[in-house]
């Protein structure tokens, strides 16, 4: 079973930094996109960043110049450097991957639990 656990929330001040980790472990053979979302209260949960295997990034638009997005192909590990933070930041951070858990089966999308992120003014 395949399981995506993130690390490394909590609550900072705005302008403050925190980098979040999540890596993926169980059975598989092969990790495409991992990704970054969030989801606000009473929002629908959006796209932070991605990377793909290649090493190609994409933001959105409201964290482009302040996050990073990166990845440990060894350790099976993604990260999302956030730096000046902004209340607006203020969300639950969801891991997502794209997996092959053996080969001819198809890619699955998995999902960590989310971790929470706080930023005060």
């Known amino acids: 079973q395949v399981q995506l656990v993130e690390s490394g929330g909590g609550l900072m001040q705005a302008g403050g930094s925190l980098r979040l980790s999540c890596a993926a472990s169980?059975?598989?053979?092969?990790?495409?996109?991992m990704a970054w979302y969030h989801q606000a209260p009473g929002k629908q949960r959006e796209l932070v960043a991605s990377?793909?295997?290649?090493?190609?990034?994409n933001y959105g638009d409201s964290v482009k110049g302040r996050f990073t997005i990166s990845r440990d192909n060894a350790k099976n590990t993604v990260y999302l450097q956030m730096n000046d933070l902004k209340p607006e930041d203020t969300a639950v951070y969801y891991c997502?991957?794209?997996?092959?858990?053996?080969?001819?089966?198809?890619?699955?999308?998995?999902w960590g639990q989310g971790t929470q992120v706080t930023v005060s003014s």
């Open positions: 997502n991957a794209r997996i092959l858990v053996r080969w001819g089966a198809r890619w699955d999308a998995y």
């Open positions: 990377i793909m295997s290649t090493g190609s990034t």
């Open positions: 169980g059975r598989f053979v092969s990790i495409n996109t």
